[in-house]
């Protein structure tokens, strides 16, 4: 079963590479974790230490290239001269 846009997360690692997958925090240290699922999405690859201040939650949606907008994504677009 493959996680939902919806439910995707994408963060910093401490190294500063953006890496994207599940969100989890450890309980007592207050570490932040990015999970990356293996292909069939029934177990993970990888627990990737992450910069908590960096967390972001996929929309859902995409912009006109088919790219997913996560939350703090900055975008631009045109306004039509006619637009009241």
Excluded at 45 to 65: A, P
Aim: proline content about 2%; some cysteine.
């Amino acid at each position: 079963m493959m996680m939902q846009d919806r439910y995707l997360f994408k963060a910093k690692r401490i190294k500063g590479q953006w890496v994207e997958g599940a969100f989890y925090i450890e309980p007592y240290t207050d570490r932040c974790y990015i999970i990356q699922w293996n292909s069939t999405g029934l177990g993970f690859n990888e627990f990737i230490e992450v910069d908590g201040e960096t967390v972001c939650q996929c929309t859902g949606l995409k912009d006109k290239n088919g790219k997913l907008i996560f939350e703090n994504d900055i975008l631009s677009g045109h306004i039509d001269v006619e637009f009241p």
